[in-house]
T-cell receptor, first 113, second 115 residues
C-alpha cells in the first residue's frame, strides 16, 4: 500500500522568510496530493492540492510542486506570517481508488515575529 | 449548515469501559472516515464507509467497530477501551468522484483519555 513520508517534523522560520516542507510517496499510481493545515486545537483544513498532470500550482503565498519521477512533492510558503504557524500534513491518493487518503506524519511550522 | 459535528468533545474512560463516538454530517456526503491523531503519527485511518450500510477497515482498525446505518451518521465504537486508545479522534466526510478528491471536511475532534 501507499506510504507517505514527510520532512521535517518541525520547522522554525523568521517572519518574512520562506518555508518548505517535503513529502515522498511510495505508490507510483498515486496521482492526487493535497495539503492540510491544522491550527492548534482545531480541525485539519485543505489549503492546496495538486494532481499528477500538473508540475506546480500556486495560490497567493503558497505553492506546491510535484516531481513524479522522484515521487516527491513539496509545499512552499513565501513571506511567512505568524498566522502561518500550524501543523501541515501532506497526503496522497490514487484517483482510481478514491476511497482514502494516506497522510504524512505532519510538520509543525513556527513563524517567529 | 453545521458541516461535520462530533459528539462528545471530551471523554475520560477507565480501562475496559465501552463507548460510542458519533459523527454527523449535513452535507449529503457519501464517504465518511474515522481517524485517530497521535503526536508524531499524523492522521491514521481507523475505518471508513463509502455509503450507507457499508464499512471497511483502514490502517489501524483493531479494537474499534463502526456502523453506518444512516447516510448522515457514522458511529465509532470502543468495546473495551485500552490506554493505547488515548488519542484525538477526527471524523471526516466528502463527496465521491474525481471532482471532490481530497476535499475532506473534518469534524472538530473528540479528545479521549483512557486511564
Amino acid at each position: 500500500g501507499e506510504n507517505v513520508e514527510q520532512h521535517p517534523s518541525t520547522l522554525s522560520v523568521q517572519e518574512g522568510d520562506s518555508a518548505v516542507i517535503k513529502c515522498t510517496y511510495s505508490d507510483s499510481a498515486s496521482n492526487y496530493f493535497p495539503w492540510y493545515k491544522q491550527e492548534l486545537g482545531k480541525r485539519p483544513q485543505l489549503i492546496i492540492d495538486i494532481r499528477s498532470n500538473v508540475g506546480e500550482k500556486k495560490d497567493q503565498r503558497i505553492a506546491v510542486t510535484l516531481n513524479k519521477t522522484a515521487k516527491h512533492f513539496s509545499l512552499h510558503i513565501t513571506e511567512t506570517q505568524p498566522e502561518d504557524s500550524a501543523v501541515y500534513f501532506c497526503a496522497a491518493m490514487r484517483s482510481y481508488n478514491t476511497d482514502k487518503l494516506i497522510f504524512g506524519t505532519g510538520t509543525r511550522l513556527q513563524v517567529f515575529p | 449548515n453545521a458541516g461535520v459535528t462530533q459528539t462528545p468533545k471530551f471523554r475520560v474512560l477507565k480501562t475496559g469501559q465501552s463507548m460510542t463516538l458519533l459523527c454527523a454530517q449535513d452535507m449529503n456526503h457519501e464517504y465518511m472516515y474515522w481517524y485517530r491523531q497521535d503526536p508524531g503519527m499524523g492522521l491514521r485511518l481507523i475505518h471508513y464507509s463509502v455509503g450507507e450500510g457499508t464499512t471497511a477497515k483502514g490502517e489501524v482498525p483493531d479494537g474499534y467497530n463502526v456502523s453506518r446505518l444512516k447516510k448522515q451518521n457514522f458511529l465509532l465504537g470502543l468495546e473495551s477501551a485500552a490506554p493505547s486508545q488515548t488519542s484525538v479522534y477526527f471524523c471526516a466526510s466528502r463527496l465521491p468522484g474525481l471532482a471532490s478528491l481530497g476535499e475532506q471536511f473534518f469534524g472538530p475532534g473528540t479528545r479521549l483519555t483512557v486511564l
